[in-house]
């Protein structure tokens, strides 16, 4: 079981990119799924969370500019990210509430101009 993160790169302040987390796991439907970023020198920290019937929480620096959704039917999770500021540059990864998979390899996200 892994969970595989993909949709990052490099976009200008204001813009937006869409992440995606997909996982082999045989139970995701039924969790709880975060989205978290590590940005240099600091801890990971939550973004966003989903649960299974798709009640959404947010971390007020991201409510508002970023929307979680999921799709069980393909064991992914969606991050969708709006008016992006360079303190948003982190790697992103997603995970449950406990951890429960390994950690995978991130996705880097890079705000800039």
């Known amino acids: 079981v892994q969970l595989v993160e993909s949709g990052g790169g490099l976009v200008q302040p204001g813009g937006c990119l869409r992440l995606?987390?997909?996982?082999?796991?045989?139970?995701?439907?039924?969790?709880?799924m975060g989205w978290y970023r590590q940005a240099p020198g600091k801890q990971r920290e939550l973004v966003a969370s989903?649960?299974?019937?798709?009640?959404?929480v947010y971390t007020d620096f991201v409510k508002v500019r970023f929307t979680i959704s999921r799709d069980n039917a393909k064991n992914t999770v969606y991050l969708q990210m709006n008016s992006l500021k360079p303190e948003d540059t982190a790697v992103y990864y997603c995970?449950?509430?406990?951890?429960?998979?390994?950690w995978g390899q991130g996705t880097q996200v890079t705000v800039s101009s």
């Open positions: 995970n449950t509430l406990t951890y429960y998979y390994p």
């Open positions: 995606s987390c997909t996982t082999s796991g045989s139970i995701f439907s039924l969790r709880t």
């Open positions: 989903i649960s299974s019937g798709d009640s959404t």
